[in-house]
């Protein structure tokens, strides 16, 4: 059984970081590519990053360039965000999810299995 863990969400200043960490198991960890996604209150579910533990290949959306990082422990079967310079508009359930093929696709729905999600909270 596929299962994805997310951990490491809490609550932040503005311009703060935190590392979040999705633990992966039930399957070959490089075959699938991992996608970290969020969901704001009253807003459409936003995918934010992706990475390849295959081959290191790694997306980011606009508004998260040159904040956050995602790297990947295949060791571990695990995948990190980095998150720094946190902003209020930052604030969201995170979930990290994994793709349907090993290279990180523009579709959300070729994102099979999810976490259940840990909080980002970003205060003034």
């Known amino acids: 059984e596929v299962q994805l863990v997310e951990s490491g969400g809490g609550l932040v200043q503005a311009g703060g970081s935190l590392r979040l960490s999705c633990v992966a198991s039930?399957?070959?960890?490089?075959?699938?590519?991992i996608g970290w996604f969020r969901q704001a209150p009253g807003k459409e579910r936003e995918r934010v990053s992706c990475?390849?533990?295959?081959?290191?290949?790694?997306y980011y959306a606009d508004s998260v360039k040159g904040r956050f990082t995602v790297s990947s422990d295949n060791a571990k079967n695990t995948v990190y965000l980095q998150m720094n310079s946190l902003k209020p508009e930052d604030t969201a359930v995170y979930y990290c999810?994994?793709?349907?093929?090993?290279?990180?696709?523009?579709?959300?729905?070729?994102?099979?299995?999810w976490g259940r999600g840990t909080q980002v909270t970003v205060s003034l």
């Open positions: 990475i390849s533990p295959f081959d290191g290949v790694t």
């Open positions: 039930g399957y070959t960890f490089t075959d699938h590519a």
């Open positions: 999810a994994e793709g349907d093929n090993y290279f990180c696709s523009g579709s959300e729905r070729d994102f099979g299995a």
